[in-house]
């Protein structure tokens, strides 16, 4: 059988019949092999039972960089610098996001506002209260109101000593119930305190001394800063347009001070 088919395959390509060759060498192969022909149409048949496998790993869903700075921009609360907002997402989330990517994202957040998309939020920068010009480095989430985007002269402080009280209450809830995230987040809260007169005073680091000392800074910081921002807030809603009200004006981009 087997020199038949070796035959009528010189055959077929001496006679120029690829499609019959190769249909020949096929029924050669199977008749070599002994191996069934299979049905045509037919899905193939697994008959082994199921079995577990190893694996070294279990691959960890990743979000984009723009959900990530969002969702940590969103649990902080207030303007933020590049990299205080990366390292959170990294000890919150897992997932690292390089600060110097962040002036890349905040063009794309302009472009994507420009064309229309639909975002429920978007990045956008933080704005210096007098003449409404974005601040390099500051960012914010276009869906709070302008008074928490708005910076005056007390402002930075003011946000700074708000951020760390609300990331030591994060760590206090987090440290009952997801361990690993709050040992990546106490060395962030530690370093945010450490401008705060009292809040690292003891041994160990104490979520409620960390956040009690911050608000007790904030507080006479907020009556000052905050009618100032309602202010300007009004100011800004009378003078500019929706898109300066996000975006600033074009007058000059105010460099980073210090908190």
């Keep these: 059988m087997s020199i038949t088919l070796a035959r009528q395959i010189a055959e077929a390509i001496e006679a120029g019949d690829r499609a019959e060759a190769a249909r020949l060498t096929r029924a050669l192969q199977r008749e070599l092999t002994k191996a069934p022909e299979p049905a045509t149409g037919a899905a193939p048949s697994f008959a082994a039972h199921p079995a577990v496998v190893p694996m070294t790993h279990t691959p960890a869903p990743t979000r984009s960089a723009r959900h990530v700075v969002a969702g940590a921009l969103a649990e902080i609360g ?13 000890a919150r989330f897992g997932q690292r996001v390089e600060p ?23 990045i956008v920068p933080a704005l210096e209260g007098r003449y409404f010009q974005p601040v390099r480095g500051l960012l914010t989430l276009s869906d709070w109101p302008l008074e928490r985007r708005l910076l005056g002269p007390w ?28 040992e990546r987040l106490a060395p962030m809260v530690a370093g945010l305190a450490a401008s705060i007169p ?12 960390v956040e009690s000392a911050a608000e007790a800074e904030r507080g006479p910081l907020a009556d000052r800063d905050e009618p100032w921002r ?5 100011r800004a809603r009378n003078q500019l347009s929706a898109e300066q009200q996000l975006w600033g004006t074009n007058i000059a981009v105010v460099a980073e001070g210090n908190a």
Excluded: F, I
């Design 78 to 90: 207030v303007a933020c610098r590049a990299r205080v907002v990366a390292d959170y997402a990294e």
């Design 100 to 122: 110097r990517m962040l002036a890349a994202l905040r063009r794309d957040e302009r472009r994507a506002w420009e064309k229309n998309s639909a975002r429920p939020t978007y």
């Design 155 to 182: 402002s930075e402080r003011a946000d700074h000593l708000a951020a760390t009280a609300q990331l030591a209450r994060q760590l206090a809830w987090l440290s009952g119930r997801d361990t690993a995230v709050a």
């Design 198 to 209: 009292g809040a690292l005073d003891g041994p160990g680091l104490d979520t409620a001394r």
């Design 230 to 234: 309602r202010e300007s807030a009004a």
